[in-house]
C-alpha cells in the first residue's frame, strides 16, 4: 500500500558517513577499538513509515528535549528493482530524485544509530516534489542549504560525498535489493544544524525546490 508524502510505496533508508566532513569527524574514533577502521561499506539505517511528513507539516519536538537535529540530504527515488547494480549503469534504476530532512535527537553513536533517536514520528520531511531524474544534470553537483528561522545554517554539496550516488547505488545493491518506491537518502555533512521548538526548519537543494517545516511542542 502506497502512502503519503507522493505516493512513496517503500522503504526509506539512511545513509551514515558518506558526506567527507562527517567520515572526517569520527576518523579519530572510528580507528580506536572496537572497529579500529572506518567502514568499508555503506553504514545504513532506516526511516519507518511513521517518520515520514509532508512540506510545510508540523514536526513535534519531544518532551524533554532541547533541541533537534536537522540534517539536509538529496534523496534517491527508485524506479525500479535494483540488485547488483553496476556504477555504470546504476543511475538508469533511478525514476527521481527528493528533498529529505533527516531529524534525529542529538547522539553519539554512528554505527549503531538508535531507534528511539532518529525514529520519532515526523523525523523524515520529504518533499516538495519529487524531480524526475532527466531532469536533473549531474546528482554530484548539487548545492545543500539548511535554514532554521531564515537564517542559513549550513552549505554543503553533494560532489562532497564519499560515494558518489551511483557508486552508493552499486554499494548497497551489492548486498541487498532495492525497490521501486524505495528512497535512499545519500548522506548529510558534518556538523548537522540544530533547531528548537517554535523555530522553523528549511532545507534547499539545487533544482529540487525548499522543503520547510515548523518543529512544534509536545502537548
Not at 14 to 36: C, D, F, I, M
Not at 179 to 194: E, I, M, N
Not at 211 to 219: I, P, Q, T
Amino acid at each position: 500500500m502506497s502512502v503519503p508524502p507522493y505516493r512513496l510505496s517503500g522503504v526509506v533508508y539512511g545513509t551514515l558517513l558518506n558526506h567527507r566532513s562527517a567520515l572526517a569527524a569520527v576518523q579519530e574514533v572510528a580507528n580506536q577499538p572496537p572497529y579500529k577502521a572506518l567502514p568499508r561499506a555503506p553504514v545504513l539505517y532506516i526511516k519507518p513509515r511513521n517518520t515520514l511528513a509532508s512540506h510545510a507539516d508540523v514536526v513535534t519536538v519531544p518532551e524533554r528535549v532541547e533541541e533537534l537535529e536537522v540534517g539536509g540530504c538529496l534523496g534517491v527515488v527508485l524506479g525500479q528493482a535494483a540488485c547488483r547494480l553496476s556504477a555504470d549503469t546504476a543511475l538508469h534504476a533511478v525514476a527521481g530524485y527528493v528533498i529529505v530532512t533527516d531529524i534525529s535527537i542529538p547522539h553519539a553513536s554512528f554505527y549503531r544509530p538508535s531507534v528511539p533517536l532518529k525514529c520519532r514520528d515526523g523525523f523524515c520531511p520529504i518533499g516538495p516534489r519529487v524531480t524526475e531524474r532527466t531532469a536533473v544534470g549531474d546528482p554530484d553537483a548539487l548545492g545543500i542549504r539548511v535554514w532554521v528561522d531564515g537564517e542559513l545554517k549550513q552549505s554543503a554539496n553533494t560532489r562532497d560525498l564519499v560515494r558518489p550516488v551511483a557508486q552508493l547505488l552499486a554499494d548497497v545493491t551489492d548486498f541487498m535489493t532495492l525497490s521501486a518506491g524505495d528512497v535512499l537518502a545519500v548522506g548529510t555533512a558534518w556538523p548537522v544544524p540544530r533547531a528548537r521548538a517554535g523555530q522553523t526548519v528549511a532545507v534547499e537543494v539545487d533544482g529540487l525546490g525548499r522543503l520547510e517545516n515548523r518543529l512544534g511542542g509536545a502537548s
